[in-house]
């Protein structure tokens, strides 16, 4: 079987450590207590599969075999598959930066996810999406000042996730600025995180360290 060969790219994966370690710490991570739904692995405990696996986590991961990981090292060929889909997602993908990390923070908005909020606020900063729209975005409003294209994505990946659909009107205004590639592209990066919502809040691992408050509050029903 072909070893993954981790390029420049996948060393910075989840490059997105030091931030994802935040995030964790943050988001106080119990699965090493023992009520935890999925206790953390201990990588002597862990079968050749789980191990062969846990050394390429821990090869770009300062958060250890952690958070997610912890998850996806109980199914390990899924985990694989994953962690290589997302090195994709996160620093190969067609779709901008800027772009491609608010696509993220709505998932994480719409998951309330405390880990992906707290990993992905600074990179999309970073990456030069502006601070009015993600603040406006973590409240759970719909962003008052976004450039055209960070409108087509939010309007996008809000009909896809609350609807279940994209409207004509909306897939029109999105092909005239996004290539096929980027249009798959830019479906598959929010399916994708919220594949990785779903493995966290199963393993019930975002509640709020003690004396802190969650960077995100939940939504209000409609």
Not at 54 to 73: D, H
Not at 196 to 218: C, R, V
């Amino acid at each position: 079987m072909k070893r993954i060969i981790l390029s420049t790219s996948a060393i910075a994966f989840l490059g997105l450590s030091l931030a994802l370690a935040i995030a964790i710490r943050t988001a106080n991570v119990r699965a090493a207590d023992e009520g935890s739904r999925f206790p953390q692995l201990k990588v002597q405990d862990l079968t050749d599969q789980q191990r062969s696996f846990a050394e390429q986590i821990m090869k770009v991961s300062s958060v250890g075999i952690g958070g997610p990981y912890n998850s996806m090292l109980r199914s390990p060929v899924m985990g694989e598959r994953l962690f290589m889909l997302l090195d994709y997602l996160r620093f190969n993908t067609s779709i901008p930066r800027r772009l491609n990390e608010f696509a993220i923070l709505i998932q994480a908005r719409l998951w309330t996810s405390q880990v992906e909020w707290t990993a992905h606020y600074p990179l999309a900063l970073k990456a030069g999406l502006p601070q009015s729209v993600a603040d406006d975005l973590k409240v759970g409003k719909r962003p008052a000042s976004m450039q055209p294209d960070e409108a087509v994505v939010y309007d996008f990946c809000m009909d896809l996730s609350t609807k279940h659909r994209v409207s004509d009107a909306t897939f029109q205004r999105a092909r005239a600025i996004f290539s096929d590639q980027q249009l798959v592209d830019l479906t598959a990066v929010s399916g994708t995180y919220v594949t990785t919502a779903m493995l966290l809040k199963t393993a019930d691992e975002e509640g709020a360290a003690p004396g802190k408050t969650p960077a995100l509050q939940p939504l209000p029903d409609k």
